[in-house]
């Protein structure tokens, strides 16, 4: 029997913070999973060190669903992003292994390529909507056929989304969490002005993207998703929280903007409502948050039935394991619509060699067995773990509000 020996978890901060378990065979052959929370990593470091590895020493690894179920039904409390987050380590570990001991890359186990290469889109933001057109421009010429645009709005001092660096996006920024000030009156007169900007420049050929960052009401959001038709978006991301799956329904009522959601979820349970009563158009879920690829599998299945395709979360605290999993998953299922990819940092490249790679546009997965991903403790060993915050937000007269 292939047996799990040996598990670490693996803390390293090359330019931001990843947590990754490594989980050891009696043969040799190990495996990989990205289990990094941001801003809660430690949490998850724990559940897996105090709480999951004892379990699994012994195990048989060829057993993903059974530990999968295991893990799941049998810690009692179930879901949640910490929970989650690790059960999803160990399933993209014991895939990576049952892909290297096949020799296969885990788009084969899957069932092969539905498609030769994945689209994925980059953030363009600026300070101003000139900045953010230019920095579209730079993504143009560097061969991208999606982009997220994002912007500072006039009297507001800092804005979800806009960042010093230009191709590397990092919100958790503090030691301690960051106060920004919201007002979604002045976003929701700037933002359509950006779009306007954006199609008089570019035209219509390249797909426009933008995340709301669950910042408005339902009501509000179909008024900013009406105000956008005529700018024909990909997706408009992140329109509400999701807490409330209904809320979907009051903005479906009023605009024909595609809604994209999902990148919090953690489960099927988290979106049943808004795929079954076809509320949303993309599901954002992705392998590190939603349980790994064994459960995510199963969301883009419940969503191929109801015509809602993918798009998963691929910001810049999702490790390149976590992206080597994604993009493995992205082209063997039918439903795939697009994968987010924001670049990492060199540090972090080179802590994580991997097989996957960028043209004009597109990430192949490569053909290496298993993700394709590795980790080099070494080198991760000479970036210790920083605490860092996602920043919080508050209405001008000092109301929290989401960030
Ligand atoms: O703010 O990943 O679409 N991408 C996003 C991200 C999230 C971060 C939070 O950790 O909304 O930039
Ligand atoms: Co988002």
């Not at 290469?117 to 730079?138: D, K, L, P």
């Not at 993504?139 to 806009?162: E, F």
């Not at 799956?245 to 479906?252: D, P, W």
Request: some cysteine.
């Amino acid at each position: 029997m292939l047996e799990i020996k040996e598990a670490k978890v693996i803390v390293t901060c090359p330019g931001r913070n990843f947590v990754t378990l490594k989980l050891m065979t009696n043969e040799g052959v190990y495996g990989i999973g990205d289990a990094t929370l941001n801003g809660r990593e430690l949490a998850v470091a724990t559940y897996l060190n105090d709480h999951i590895i004892p379990c699994l020493i012994g195990r048989d690894a060829h057993q993903i669903e059974d530990t999968w179920q295991y893990l799941y039904r049998g810690s009692y409390w179930r879901k949640g992003p910490v929970t989650m987050t690790a059960i999803a380590a160990v399933d993209m570990a014991l895939w990576d292994i049952k892909g290297k001991v096949a020799n296969l890359p885990l788009y084969q186990l899957f069932g092969g390529k539905s498609r030769d290469r994945v689209m994925v889109y980059g953030h363009a933001n600026g300070r101003t909507i000139e900045e953010t057109t230019e920095q579209v421009g730079t993504y143009l010429d560097l061969g991208y056929h999606a982009i997220r645009a994002q912007t500072g709005i006039p009297g507001l001092s800092s804005t979800y989304g806009v960042s010093k660096d230009k191709l590397f996006y990092e919100p958790a920024d503090s030691s301690l969490p960051t106060e920004n000030i919201w007002s979604t009156e002045k976003y929701l007169d700037h933002i359509p002005h950006l779009f306007q900007r954006l199609r008089d420049q570019y035209g219509f050929d390249v797909h426009l993207l933008h995340d709301v960052h669950h910042r408005l009401t339902p009501i509000e959001a179909g008024r900013l998703g009406k105000l956008l038709e005529p700018y024909r978006l990909f997706w408009l991301e992140d329109a509400v929280s999701a807490d409330n799956q209904e809320s979907f329904r009051l903005i479906r009522q009023h605009t024909v903007t595609p809604l994209a959601v999902g990148e919090i979820f953690n489960t099927l349970w988290d979106c049943q409502h808004l795929i079954q009563e076809q509320l949303i158009d993309y599901i954002r879920a992705t392998v590190v948050h939603a349980g790994g690829l064994t459960h995510l599998r199963r969301i883009a299945d419940f969503a191929a039935l109801y015509n809602v395709r993918t798009g998963c979360h691929g910001a810049t605290d999702l490790s390149p394991v976590c992206m080597g999993a994604a993009l493995n998953f992205d082209i063997a299922i039918p439903n795939f619509g697009i994968q987010e990819y924001m670049r990492h940092l060199p540090e972090t490249e080179e802590v994580f060699p991997h097989a996957y790679h960028f043209e004009k546009g597109f990430l192949y997965p490569g053909d290496s067995p298993g993700h394709g991903v590795d980790i080099d403790e070494e080198k991760a060993k000479q970036y210790p773990y920083q605490r860092a915050y996602l920043p919080v937000n508050r209405l001008a007269d000092g109301s929290m509000h989401n960030w």
